[in-house]
């Protein structure tokens, strides 16, 4: 059924959104931490221009004050960036199981109801999901190299986007095993998107 192919799409479109996500959010935490340093380096400095005009005690205070906020604000980038990663990471892997439960209750549909007109929705939607998702991998390329710019590494062939395969077959095995109580055409069905 070619539903099973527009999941196999969708399910890489979702990905390479996620990727894409995930490179943003890489980028967020690089460049914020390069601010960071980048800030040290100019109080230090302006620190050590003035130091001879300032008392002992203002020039340590001064300088414990902003140890702390260069700590906090580091912990904070940690913090934001590590629960947007955690967020976007739960929305791929819950619209990979639905996009999977989905294509698992289309093929029983149509088996129960010997109906195809879902299969002929998806074979006329697949062109468009295909063209999407070159789409997405072209935005998921370019973000990643902007990621890599913004840290200060030059772009390697490994990027910072994990592959499909990867992702998609844990949540689609998940299902699997949700699915086990449902009759064996079902299950069947599932095994074959998971593989």
Not at 14 to 29: K, P, Q
Not at 72 to 87: H, I, K, P, R
Not at 141 to 150: N, T
Request: glycine fraction near 6%; aromatic fraction near 2%.
């Amino acid at each position: 059924m070619s539903s099973k192919k527009l999941s196999t799409v969708t399910c890489h479109v979702i990905n390479a959104y996620g990727n894409t996500a995930s490179n943003v959010i890489h980028a967020y935490r690089a460049g914020g931490e390069r601010v960071v340093d980048m800030l040290d380096a100019r109080w230090n400095s302006a620190l050590k221009q003035s130091r001879s005009k300032l008392a002992t005690g203002v020039a340590n205070n001064a300088n414990a004050v902003q140890q702390v906020l260069q700590k906090y604000t580091l912990q904070g980038l940690t913090m934001t960036s590590g629960g947007a990663q955690g967020v976007v990471n739960q929305v791929v892997k819950l619209a990979d199981a639905g996009v999977m439960t989905l294509t698992a209750n289309v093929d029983r549909f149509e088996d129960k109801t010997g109906m195809s007109v879902l299969s002929t929705v998806a074979q006329a939607a697949l062109p468009s999901a295909v063209a999407l998702s070159a789409l997405a991998n072209q935005i998921e390329q370019k973000s990643a190299d902007l990621a890599s710019k913004i840290a200060g590494k030059k772009p390697t062939a490994k990027r910072v986007r994990s592959t499909v395969a990867r992702k998609a077959r844990p949540v689609a095995k998940a299902v699997v095993k949700s699915v086990k109580k449902m009759p064996a055409k079902v299950v069947k069905a599932v095994d074959a998107v998971a593989a």
